[in-house]
């Protein structure tokens, strides 16, 4: 069951400080839990996160278990679209928390077992204020079981239905979770091999239909993968917590980028000339073999996290370090001046298949990385008055980050040092007052209200002072009627990457030219932009919430968000006409005008801003046989307990990492005084068995995206860019005005099914007067997943013993192997649009054995 964040009010203006609401405690007996229609404050299960704001998502042990996966961080993948900010601004994972706590980063928690959550919630972008956040990313909090201990592994094997690739998948956990105490281990290892143009039938040009080009250029590299990964964590008898992680990653893949190839020119005089005037003759060369581009990466990290309470206050240090070595290794064309000047003296035939010494072998272009980054932070959190209305709370944040970057890059033999570094401070105050919550005539009245600011300054030491400031209003005028609405303004610096990664120059990529209306194979360069300026980000986001009483189970989420931007540090768009006249030095033309290069290194939009309405609806249900003894009912509570058979969820209350402070933020309050039924309570159901012999569960959801505007003006003068109406920037075509999203979730003794679908409507890309335009049809992605827990199927897992504790899984993606469709003016689908360049995995099965020990 889902519960969502909110809407209503409309405000831009400069504020001090932001949010961590009280909420409230109180204390409920068994006649009051059988009376459905009255809501009572229970006491605070331990590790739940204390706020005013309602949770977007709320599972208890059983749902997770519903969702059949294998890791937090799979449950993470599961709950994108609950989790992933529609504010488009932060990276895109939510802030992970762990029982109610920061934590030094998702290495922290990403391989835990399912098997070892209580509960899990999902809270809109403003709860990120309270632990010293951006206002960008949603928060997750896992709250964990009381003691767990596991060893588990597993293997899984996919491939696309098309065949020519396979992905295999090896990893093994254990977990121990004690009274106050936490270890995690992981270790993983996954291996994908390639796909090639030829296996996908790509279609060649004249002179890569002659040579087969498709053997030599893969459409996906092969790639080898290994991770490990460990945590510990420790409560101490204060309630104070320290936990520490650590984590080493390996990649490398190997791409095929072709053939080398040149232009050679033929001389009339010549007696290998086919025509009576000079001509030009462009061909592969096959004699060695096909060009390679290798990048191997190498990641070390590590993290600590210290959580604690002191006079009240609750207080997080957290520091996260990571160090990532790149090699990268690209083989361009050789020199090809000898076989011309032999070519011109007319003792060469340019049609040969091998010439010899003549011909210079490829050319092998090095680029190095390697980035240090340091994060640290620093938040006190407390109350800082009592008013009538409730307490005041707070938030004060001060961190240091350290990010440098030294490249090498080796081009035609000129080698070329970078080294940049950055050091950030920065401080921030956050700050939530109640203006109705405990003052119960003005709550009868008006609802609970409250309003929140916040303010941020960073110092860096390449870009300067950078300001952040925000104000929110959450607004409950009725149960289960909830409207919020922010208005943030921030500064932003271009990432180190942007500015200082090595330039690295790749051959042979299949680009389609717009002025021409023609594919070509053309060299991208890549790299950092020094130039880079300052972006300047002003937001709005309103939203409402809606659970009524007379419908339990259902929710209905409306969003409305603006954004709008200066100074944008953007990937280098698609070249279309409009993006070649704004970026003509960017662009490499031959004296016939043929495409041949492309400097797609980053570049700076003027203005970006879009507009955009995300509402749904979320349904769900419990079935079947329902055990246990009292328990407070949820929003989609099937019956006590949560439903799910299990105890009450003051016998299975998850440990948090210690006691809540006395007298401090999250201290109880009376019922009276109380945040809501929202503040402080249990999620429902917290105490359930993850097994489906306590009865099972059906849950569908249901969204609708509407973008109602997307422009980007790339500088004054230039006509500004209009992605709803032909333009573009992305390799896709334009912004779809419409995209929908349908899941559907069914789990009972054991078994489980999921579908999802996402559709978005078709675009278009206008090329100009004289460029060809590209029509982008709509698509439709369906995934399918199906599980089974043997342990829950009869006297299969007593006869054969090995069972016991396993899990067979099986997995469909994109089930009707839908590809978008592009077309040119002409109706006829241009070469670098090929089914098999825009998506060369189409319909993909994957089969995976988990087991317990």
Do not use: C
Not at 254 to 271: K, N, V
Not at 301 to 329: C, F, I, K, M, P
Not at 412 to 434: E, W
Not at 796 to 805: A, P
């Amino acid at each position: 069951m889902t519960q969502t964040s909110p809407r209503f009010f409309g405000a831009s203006v400069l504020a001090l400080s932001f949010m961590i609401a009280h909420p409230a405690h109180g204390q409920s007996s068994d006649d009051e839990l059988k009376n459905e229609d009255i809501v009572v404050t229970a006491e605070r299960l331990r590790g739940s996160v204390i706020t005013e704001v309602p949770p977007i998502v709320e599972l208890d042990a059983g749902d997770v278990a519903s969702y059949g996966v294998s890791s937090i961080e799979d449950l993470v993948e599961e709950l994108s679209s609950q989790t992933t900010s529609n504010r488009g601004r932060g990276s895109g994972r939510p802030i992970v928390l762990i029982n109610g706590q920061r934590t030094s980063g998702f290495r922290d928690i990403r391989d835990l077992p399912p098997e070892a959550i209580q509960s899990v919630q999902v809270f809109p972008e403003e709860v990120a204020l309270q632990y010293g956040y951006a206002p960008d990313e949603r928060v997750i909090n896992f709250i964990l079981k009381d003691n767990y201990t596991g060893f588990g592994a597993e293997a899984e094997y996919g491939v696309p239905t098309r065949g020519d690739q396979s992905n295999t998948e090896l990893e093994s956990t254990f977990t121990h979770i004690g009274e106050n105490s936490r270890l995690n281990l992981n270790i993983e290892y996954e291996t994908q091999s390639a796909i090639t143009e030829a296996e996908r039938g790509i279609i060649q040009d004249e002179a890569g239909d002659l040579v087969n080009l498709g053997d030599f250029r893969t459409l996906s590299a092969p790639s080898d993968n290994v991770e490990f990964n460990g945590n510990y964590s420790r409560t101490f008898a204060d309630g104070t917590s320290l936990s520490f992680n650590g984590g080493y990653i390996y990649d490398k893949s190997r791409a095929l980028l072709g053939l080398a190839g040149g232009t050679l020119d033929i001389p009339a005089t010549s007696p290998f000339a086919q025509s009576a005037s000079d001509e030009s003759l462009f061909r592969y060369f096959t004699q060695f073999g096909p060009l390679h581009k290798t990048v191997e990466t190498n990641t070390f990290q590590g993290g600590a996290a210290l959580n604690g309470v002191t006079s009240g206050w609750r207080y997080s240090l957290t520091a996260d370090y990571a160090r990532e070595e790149t090699e990268t290794a690209t083989d361009n064309s050789g020199d090809i001046s000898a076989l011309q000047a032999a070519i011109d003296a007319g003792t060469v035939d340019p049609f040969a298949s091998d010439f010899g010494a003549l011909l210079s072998p490829p050319i092998t272009d090095e680029a190095r990385s390697v980035s240090n980054t340091l994060e640290t932070l620093a938040t006190l959190s407390g109350a800082l008055i009592t008013l009538p209305s409730g307490s005041v709370t707070t938030t004060v944040r001060g961190g240091y980050n350290r990010e440098d970057l030294d490249s090498r890059d080796i081009t035609d033999g000129v080698t070329t040092l970078g080294s940049l570094g950055r050091d950030n401070f920065n401080a921030g105050i956050s700050i939530d007052i109640p203006i109705a919550s405990e003052n119960i005539d003005v709550t009868e009245a008006i609802g609970q209200l409250s309003i929140n600011g916040n303010l941020g300054y960073s110092e860096l030491s390449d870009f300067g002072g950078l300001v952040e400031f925000g104000i929110g209003l959450n607004w409950e005028p009725l149960d289960g009627l909830v409207f919020t609405a922010s208005a943030i303004g921030e500064d932003a610096a271009p990432t180190i990457e942007q500015l200082g990664n090595p330039v690295i120059v790749t051959p042979n990529v299949t680009t389609f030219d717009f002025t021409n209306g023609e594919t070509v194979l053309t060299s991208i360069t890549t790299g950092g932009n020094l130039d880079l300026p300052t972006e300047k980000r002003r937001d709005i986001k309103l939203a409402v919430n809606y659970s009524p009483k007379w419908l339990d189970g259902m929710t209905f989420l409306g969003e409305y968000i603006r954004n709008n931007s200066e100074n944008v540090a953007s990937d280098f768009p698609i070249l279309t006409e409009e993006i070649e006249a704004a970026f003509p030095d960017r662009v490499t033309r031959d004296e016939t005008g043929r495409l041949v290069a492309i400097d797609q290194r980053p570049v700076n939009y003027s203005n970006v801003r879009s507009e955009s309405i995300r509402y749904g609806l979320e349904f769900s249900k419990r079935f079947g046989q329902q055990r246990g003894g009292r328990g407070l009912r949820g929003p989609g509570g099937g019956g006590p307990g949560g439903g799910d058979g299990g105890p009450p969820p003051d016998d299975a209350a998850p440990p948090g990492d210690g006691p809540p402070p006395e007298g401090g933020p999250e201290a109880g309050r009376s019922e009276a005084g109380s945040a809501g039924p929202r503040a402080g309570r249990p999620p429902r159901g917290a105490g359930g068995r993850p097994g489906g012999r306590g009865g099972g569960r059906w849950r569908v959801s249901a969204y609708h995206t509407v973008h109602l505007d997307e422009r980007v003006l790339i500088r004054p003068g230039v006509e500004e860019l209009d992605l709803l109406n032909g333009s573009a920037i992305g390799s896709t075509g334009g912004q779809p005005r419409h995209e929908f999203e349908l899941e559907g979730r069914w789990f009972n003794n054991g078994i489980g099914f999921r579908v999802q679908a996402e559709h978005q409507t078709a675009t278009r890309v206008d090329g100009g007067l004289t460029s060809s335009d590209l029509s982008f049809s709509d698509l439709t992605t369906l995934n399918l997943r199906a599980f089974i827990n043997l342990d829950d199927r009869g006297t299969l897992t007593e006869r054969f013993k090995f069972l016991r504790g396993s899990r067979i899984a099986f997995r469909i993606d994109n089930v009707f192997d839908d590809i978008q469709d592009v077309r040119d003016s002409d109706g006829l689908v241009p070469l670098s649009y090929q089914p098999g360049f825009i998506d060369p995995i189409g319909r993909y099965v994957e089969v995976s054995f988990r087991k317990r020990f």
